[in-house]
């Protein structure tokens, strides 16, 4: 079992910056690939970055990419996604996830996730 709880989602202007924490309780975490996804008002859920259980591959989607850096420590249980360069765009609840085995981007392969933490961008 993972209990993961996500931290650090606030208001921000766009261009600014915003580090999301992911603090998983449970000594499986070293064992998992954690995920993050977001969802915006009325929109699905969607992936945003994934990190594999030791922190040597990960992949992002389009649309963050240069902007965002997922990384994680074992030692700490924790995951973090580092936002720069915020567009009103990023406004969404953002959520870690966690599962078994490989990174995917595919939310429905994720067996754990956090209550999210919301993000929003001003223009």
């Known amino acids: 079992q993972v209990h993961l709880v996500e931290s650090g989602g606030r208001l921000v202007q766009a261009g600014g910056s915003l580090r999301l924490s992911c603090a998983a309780s449970?000594?499986?975490?070293?064992?998992?690939?954690m995920g993050w996804f977001r969802q915006a008002p009325g929109k699905e859920r969607e992936f945003v970055t994934a990190?594999?259980?030791?922190?040597?591959?990960?992949d992002y989607a389009d649309s963050v990419k240069g902007r965002f850096t997922v990384s994680r420590d074992n030692a700490k249980n924790t995951v973090y996604l580092q936002m720069n360069s915020l567009k009103p765009e990023d406004t969404a609840v953002y959520y870690c996830a966690a599962k078994f085995g490989l990174l995917t981007k595919d939310l429905t392969r994720y067996a754990y996730w956090g209550q999210g933490t919301q993000v929003t961008v001003s223009s």
């Open positions: 449970g000594r499986a975490f070293s064992s998992v690939a």
């Open positions: 990190i594999s259980w030791s922190g040597g591959s990960s």
